[in-house]
T-cell receptor, first 114, second 110 residues
Framework: DTEVTQTPKHLVMGMTNKKSLKCEQH?????MYWYKQKAKKPPELMFV???????INESVPSRFSPECPNSSLLNLHLHALQPEDSALYLC?????????????FGSGTRLTVV | QKEVEQNSGPLSVPEGAIASLNCTYS??????FFWYRQYSGKSPELIMF????GDKEDGRFTAQLNKASQYVSLLIRDSQPSDSATYLC??????????FGTGTSLTVIP
């Protein structure tokens, strides 16, 4: 299995809703990441988990809350989002942080906040 | 200062030509470099990675790294319309952080 699986593929939520994005990989990778990508922009790093521990939080607002329940799963909990948070949210994994072999990306969740 | 810089393009080449995509980086301690292809609305897909000076070839793709000039490039030979996409250069720096360039939009004209 060489994939990173993200669910749901599309999500529309109101500003008062609570929702979660899910990411799963079974490649034995010990680093997992959340990225946010706006149209015609490169992905922006949000969070890095290394061996299930949060190692980098790129000054992301607290309305985004990551969770890594085990080495295969990564969640992103969303609460009280703003319309400007609408974007493609990408999960990625790598063997370890700083791997020479790059990251494998999931297909992303297209989030729309209304 | 951005870690990785790319010419955003757009770059247009005729079918069958060589497409040349370029990237410069600022951190001399950066170890590894990656080229990702991203089709509109899709996630980035790793095409090649390189961490040694020189050329690395994989099919129609050749990655080139020049650490003295802090320069990375991707050559696509015999370009096909299906190669039309945004190409993202990325680097891994001394802090084991991973930075994307802004991407270069490539259009291959049939």
């Amino acid at each position: 299995d060489t994939e990173v699986t993200q669910t749901p593929k599309h999500l529309v939520m109101g500003m008062t809703n609570k929702k979660s994005l899910k990411c799963e990989q079974h490649m034995g990778h010990r680093a997992m990441y959340w990225y946010k990508q706006k149209a015609k922009k490169p992905p922006e790093l949000m969070f890095v988990y290394s061996y299930e521990k949060l190692s980098i939080n790129e000054s992301v607002p607290s309305r985004f809350s990551p969770e890594c329940p085990n080495s295969s799963l990564l969640n992103l909990h969303l609460h009280a989002l703003q319309p400007e948070d609408s974007a493609l949210y990408l999960c990625a994994s790598s063997q370890v942080v700083g791997s020479n072999y790059g990251y494998t990306f999931g297909s992303g969740t297209r989030l729309t906040v209304v | 200062q951005k870690e990785v810089e790319q010419n955003s393009g757009p770059l247009s080449v005729p079918e069958g030509a060589i497409a040349s995509l370029n990237c410069t980086y600022s951190d001399r301690g950066s170890q590894s470099f990656f080229w990702y292809r991203q089709y509109s609305g899709k996630s980035p897909e790793l095409i090649m990675f390189i961490y040694s000076n020189g050329d690395k070839e994989d099919g129609r793709f050749t990655a080139q790294l020049n650490k003295a000039s802090q320069y990375v490039s991707l050559l696509i030979r015999d370009s096909q319309p299906s190669d039309s996409a945004t190409y993202l250069c990325a680097g891994s720096n001394t802090g084991n952080q991973f930075y994307f360039g802004t991407g270069t939009s490539l259009t291959v004209i049939p």
